[in-house]
């Protein structure tokens, strides 16, 4: 049945310095589903972007110098807005971001486990006591640098903005946020609302919208700007790239958390149907367009048609449709480029001799949830992120071949192992280069507190719990002398 409380939010304008600004531009929020218009968005540019910056720049000394348990304060009340307005940024998660209706309720509690994480690192300590070779007082703390330039991605819009702007905030910095362009609502503005209501301090969060066309030259403005000391990136590897070259350029602190092409490794002795569960919703969740997502399913040759049996069963029963209908667990892809890359992967294995096991339909926006098997290293899909509702699955003799088949691509961001056998997973583990690694469980796993990122072309830096105040702070060395150190008779 349609779900026809398709709420649309009203939009003020961008948010910047504590107040809503309406531009004369605006570009067109599009529901992914139907393709209907959504909302009417701002379109900034990089005069905008500018005064969002000044204004957090001069919000910056008064935030940093409240007490920090007053800092903590406005994240707790986020969380607590944030739960109280769940159905709106469900609404949106389904209508703005073409969710399917669980994956909304899955941000709407996380996000105020994110502010109350950020609230509680605020009571860890900031710094160390080191010893002095001269008797000095001698500490090493952690002080916020400034304004923060945060841009993040469409796919899951409310827990990855707020993971990269909440701890930021929380250890005294001053955000600018760009939200995607796909999602500006859900990714930005709505938090503009929360933080308003909680009674953030004006300039202290401010939002800047804007069209594709645009986001050139408001991200130049937040890379170039020498008022911005830090910049938070979660996005595509071609993007985050050019990203971390500019802020290398500058000398700036960034934190660029990008692709995947992530591997569940299946053993002989696995309990193949948490194994069949765990791929399924690794490789289907949110169409797949989640950077941790399943993408290759590498499984021992023994158990590889029990797997895969078990695996295709439960992937077609996944229902696809708009996601106006709360069944409709498989929802479109945010957009007409994301649908063509996948079906240009799909057409380049079958191509080349992939077989497809489950699916492989694509109407529109629709991709049908897919399982290929007989893939080759010729082909795009087994090296190159898809970010689509397919599943390679690939059968392996030794530990070894697992091992050395998922460090076969240029990304490293997460991985899972499935077996009844601690020892052996742990030792597989140690070898697989990616920056997280969960055993008994699929790859995708986020928790507030815990460093989340990747290696190789999958990013750089942590966010998550003390990992984000680490990010986001200047470490300094600052000594009280008391008349101990002993200067060359010379002078
Ligand atoms: P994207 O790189 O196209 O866009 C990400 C953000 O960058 C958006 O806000 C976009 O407007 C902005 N952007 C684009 N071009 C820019 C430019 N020239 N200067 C400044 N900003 C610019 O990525 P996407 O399509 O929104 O997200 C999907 C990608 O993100 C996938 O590759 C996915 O794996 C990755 N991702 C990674 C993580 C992670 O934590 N590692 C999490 C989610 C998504």
Not at 42 to 61: M, N, S
Request: hydrophobic share 40%; charged share 25%.
């Amino acid at each position: 049945m349609l779900d026809t409380t398709n709420a649309r939010p009203e939009i003020k304008g961008v948010y910047i310095g504590g107040r809503w600004r309406r531009l004369d531009r605006e570009f067109e929020d599009m529901n992914p589903s139907d393709g209907s218009l959504w909302a009417r968005i701002p379109d900034g540019g990089a005069p905008v972007a500018r005064q969002a910056i000044e204004a957090a720049h001069d919000a910056f000394a008064g935030w940093a110098a409240l007490p920090f348990q007053e800092r903590a304060g406005f994240m707790l009340k986020c969380a607590d807005i944030v739960e109280r307005r769940k159905d709106d940024f469900i609404a949106a998660a389904r209508f703005e971001g073409g969710g399917w209706h669980g994956k909304g309720v899955h941000e709407t509690l996380a996000i105020p486990e994110i502010f109350r994480a950020a609230a509680g690192v605020c009571y860890s300590p900031i710094g160390e006591i080191l010893p002095s070779l001269h008797g000095k007082v001698s500490q090493a703390v952690r002080v916020p640098m400034g304004v923060v330039g945060v841009i993040s991605p469409w796919n899951v819009p409310g827990i990855l903005a707020a993971r990269q702007f909440s701890f930021a905030m929380a250890a005294g910095n001053t955000i600018v946020l760009k939200p995607s362009e796909e999602t500006p609502y859900m990714g930005g503005l709505f938090f503009a609302e929360v933080m308003e209501e909680a009674g953030v301090p004006p300039g202290a969060f401010n939002v800047v919208t804007c069209s594709r066309g645009a986001v050139g030259e408001v991200g130049d403005e937040m890379m170039d700007n020498p008022l911005v000391k830090g910049v938070a990136f979660t996005g595509s590897t071609a993007v985050g790239r050019r990203i971390a070259a500019k802020c290398g350029a500058h000398l700036k602190k960034c934190c660029i958390e990008l692709g995947g092409k992530d591997s569940l490794i299946v053993l002989e002795d696995a309990d193949m149907e948490r194994a069949a569960a765990a791929a399924n919703f690794g490789a289907f969740m949110h169409q797949g367009q989640i950077c941790m997502s399943v993408e290759k399913v590498l499984v021992q040759e023994s158990v590889h048609e029990t797997f895969l049996r078990l695996f295709a069963d439960r992937a077609s029963k996944l229902k696809v449709g708009d996601v106006a209908d709360k069944s409709n667990v498989i929802g479109p892809l945010i957009n007409d480029r994301q649908a063509a890359r996948v079906k240009s992967q799909l057409d380049d294995a079958v191509g080349k001799g992939a077989k497809v096991v489950v699916g492989g339909g694509v109407d529109g926006r629709f991709v049908e949830p897919t399982i290929l098997t007989r893939v080759t290293r010729d082909m795009d899909i087994w090296r190159e992120e898809t970010f689509g509702p397919v599943a390679v699955v690939t059968p392996f003799r030794t530990d070894g071949e697992a091992i050395a088949m998922n460090n076969d691509t240029e990304y490293g961001l997460s991985s899972g192992i499935m077996t009844a056998d601690e020892h052996r997973a742990l030792s597989i583990a140690r070898n697989l280069r990616t920056g997280m690694c969960h055993v008994n469980c699929s790859t995708i796993n986020d928790e507030a507190h815990a460093p989340f990122g990747g290696v190789k072309a999958s990013g750089l830096g942590r966010y998550g719990g003390r990992w984000s105040m680490e990010t986001f702070c200047e470490t300094r060395w600052i000594t009280l002398d008391r008349g101990g150190k002993p200067f060359p008779g010379v002078f």
